[in-house]
């Protein structure tokens, strides 16, 4: 045995020594959890009776999350970390004051002017100075931070920032042009924050449509410009507070030991009380009896390692070994930590935080579980691409057969939409909308998993030709059926209302009985009850965008109509949506529609997998449900609940007498070409198909929202 086998020979040896001395000393009492989903709890906090110092400590873990959340006592202040540096770093409300373009305010999800943190009296929590500042985010803000300290004496500060233009505002500094921050006094057992602004940010609200005002831990805030408009979509930010043993029959005195302070340790006073701290040569939880450790090798009880020899030499490198493995798994552990909070991680628990119950259907799988289940992402799994990215299927541990949906680019902008469809699709319980199952956010790029559905795109089907004779009348209509009674459901019958804002042929899934599946929320909106609307950065597809969205700048339920409207008329003819086959006045297909309907020849446009097979007042029922979906107005479209409840009345309705009767493109032309609902009123055809030419240009044939 060579010299190199004889030394591999005895790490190997003394490995399972190693990791036995190396296991790590205990944080929580004997028999008391020591986690609350991803936040270790050590004493002296604990989540039950017996298990923490004293109430004070007490962190109340709500496992109805997934994984389960952390709070202080029993108040809804989301605790995300802890340490025995006498930290507790937690999740807190940002002041919002936010307006539309005209300068009247409005309320994003609930979210006010004014946000206050108001810890017990006499608490061992104290609001820390050295970690957290005061900041004001915006162009046109005014921002004030009241606070009280333990002995209730108060002081106010306050910041102010005005920008006319963003090319002022400088990256990574928050020094006073869009940004503001100041120091906080020490010790404050509360603080209230107010925000407010000039002039109802009319002059900045393209690039900053709300003031901002808010306490955060100044280590994990980077201010950029792009923050005076994404901090819309925040509600929570972290902070951090101070802990200490507050007991007025239990001081720290001069010999250093206190009660709290448990075997080879001591105390020292702070402000408020005292902690503990480890004696030399000593690590672990100096609030536990055996939790300080020797740490001094050369020490007995091991008998001078210390002192040359084989024996010391191979401990030397079994010990450097464990080091470096355990270096390694501290560095991937950071790394998975770094691409949780670059992925929205925070951002998209305080989301769901926000929705109450949402986030028991969610479920956060680890890097390992996705890269099993696709077999490291190999190729022979990819089912689908797109500018958003890559879907692959896989298989999970329980042998679900799941679609996962990998980002294409890192690309921290688009961190909105991901979180943004997580939260819209916890919302919902549809059997016609794909189900999420969860997410991964630990990896360089976050992952969706989605149940899979097997039988592609509707988009896919009406534009094969192989594929479209499969695709009846009948399942035509139902998959229409389908699709309109979810955007009635996300519309009506939702806790809070949905606009989709993409609906097209290709955000519509099959299954292997045609079952419509609609997909894609990534730039869905959650709109109050009590709004009517919301003003936004335009986003969809061109060729299904709503002109009037297009050209206001107002999203409202009639933006899906619209979007259906163009979907129906893919059912009809088979055409696509653009097509520079077409000659310059009907490469729009809802212009092509249009100008047939208006000419009394629909039929021409008929897609022949139905002609013969349709029934004909079923036919005429639809194109016509289809014109008024289009209306260039908003509120001359039917609802979405309307649409649902015509098309279903159409699948119930008893054929035809001629429904099965060969006819020819005459009596089609005559039949389909009417140009009043069934009502009797008119329609300005030739008004709609105006408006879209001049909104949509023959140059234009991209989407506007590339990443769909």
Known sequence: ????????????IAAPL???????????????????GNVSIPYPFGTREGCYYNEDFLISCNDTFSPPLAFLYNSTINVINITLEAKVHIMKFIAHDCYDKFGNPINVSGRNSYTQLQLKFNSIYTISYTENQFVAVGCDTMADVTGVVQGNESYTAGCKTKCDSINYVTND????????????????????????????????????????????????FDFSPKLLRELKNVSKLPMVLDWSIRDVKDTCGKTGKAKACQGNSSCFPVDNGYRCKCSKGFEGNPYLPS?????????????????????????????????????????????????????????????????????????????????????????????????????????????????????????PSQNEQFINEVVVLSQINHRNVVKLLGCCLETEVPLLV????????????????????????????????????????????????IIHRDIKSTNILLDDSYTAKVSDFGISRLVPRDQAGISTVVQGTIGYLDPEYLRSSQLTDKSDVYSFGVVLLELLTGEKVFSFDRTEEERNLSMYFLSAMKD???????????????????????????????????????????????????????????????????????????????????????????VISNTFPDQVGFAVHSGR
């Open 173 to 220: 500094t928050c020094s006073g042009i869009g940004c503001c921050q100041i120091s906080i006094a020490k010790g404050m057992s509360y603080i209230n924050i107010t925000v407010r602004s000039y002039e109802s940010h009319k002059k900045v609200w393209t690039f900053n449509p709300c003031s901002y005002g808010f306490v955060v831990d100044q280590s994990q």
């Open 1 to 12: 045995m060579g010299i190199l086998e004889r030394f591999w020979l005895v790490i190997l």
């Open 18 to 36: 190693a990791a036995i001395v190396a296991q790590p000393a205990p944080i929580a009492k004997h028999g008391c959890p020591d986690r609350c």
């Open 291 to 411: 939790g300080c450790q020797d740490i001094d090798e050369c020490s007995p009880p091991n008998r001078n390692p210390c002192k040359g020899g084989i024996g010391g030499l191979a401990l030397f490198v079994v010990v450097g070994t464990w080091l470096f493995w355990g270096y390694n798994k501290w560095k991937l552990i950071k790394l998975k930590q770094k691409f949780f909070m670059q992925n929205g991680g925070l951002m998209l628990q305080q989301q769901l935080s926000n929705h109450e119950g949402s986030a028991e259907t969610v479920k956060i799988f680890t890097a390992e579980e996705l890269e099993k289940a696709t077999n490291n992402f190999d190729d022979s799994g990819i089912i689908g691409q797109g500018g958003y990215g890559t879907v692959y299927k896989g298989t999970l541990r329980d042998g679900r057969i799941v679609a996962i949906k990998k980002s294409r680019v890192i690309d």
């Open 600 to 690: 009394n020849c629909l039929g021409k446009i008929l897609d022949g997998c139905i002609v013969n097979e349709a029934n004909i007042e079923q036919l005429n029922e639809v194109a016509n449900l289809a014109r008024r979906c289009l209306s260039v107005k908003g509120e001359e479209r039917p609802t979405m609940k309307d649409v649902a409840m015509e098309l279903e009345g159409l699948r119930r309705m008893t054929k035809h007498p001629l429904a099965n009767d060969a006819w020819d493109a005459k009596e089609v032309d005559y039949s389909l070409g009417e140009t009043s609902d069934k009502s009797g009123h008119d329609f300005d055809v030739s008004g709609s198909m105006n």
């Open 450 to 497: 989605y149940e899979f559905i097997s039988n592609g795109t509707l988009h896919h089907h009406i534009h094969n030709k192989s594929k479209a004779s499969s695709l009846t009348w009948e399942i035509r209509l139902r998959i229409a059926t389908e699709t309109a009674g979810v955007l009635s459901y996300l519309h009506s019958a939702a806790s809070t209302p």
